[in-house]
């Protein structure tokens, strides 16, 4: 049975390198890998790595939303601000 992909994301990336530092230096050994995941599910402010999965949003996104079209008379309004050198 092939596994779903979990998404992995931080907003500081800093952040998250001390926290996996600091939870490694604490260590004798390396941790194993569901050791490894549960420092970076803690790194990333949740309590485990099972807890990280619980929250759900993780998955991938979907396909892209198809373009509206644009109004014409937008377009023409919008162009206004433009140098004239971009028309080139």
């Known amino acids: 049975m092939p596994r779903d992909p979990i998404p992995f994301a931080?907003?500081?990336?800093?952040a998250l390198a001390k926290s996996l530092?600091?939870?490694?230096?604490?260590?004798?050994?390396p941790p194993s890998h569901v050791e490894m995941l549960n420092m970076l599910a803690r790194a990333a402010g949740h309590r485990n790595f099972?807890?990280?999965?619980?929250r759900?949003?993780?998955?991938?996104?979907?396909?892209?939303e198809p373009a509206a079209e644009a109004?014409?008379?937008?377009?023409?309004r919008a162009a206004r601000h433009l140098p004239t050198t971009c028309w080139r």
């Open 21 to 29: 530092r600091a939870q490694w230096a604490s260590r004798a050994s």
């Open 71 to 76: 109004d014409p008379s937008a377009v023409l």
């Open 10 to 14: 931080t907003r500081d990336v800093s």
């Open 56 to 64: 759900g949003d993780h998955r991938p996104p979907g396909p892209p």
């Open 50 to 54: 099972q807890h990280f999965r619980a």
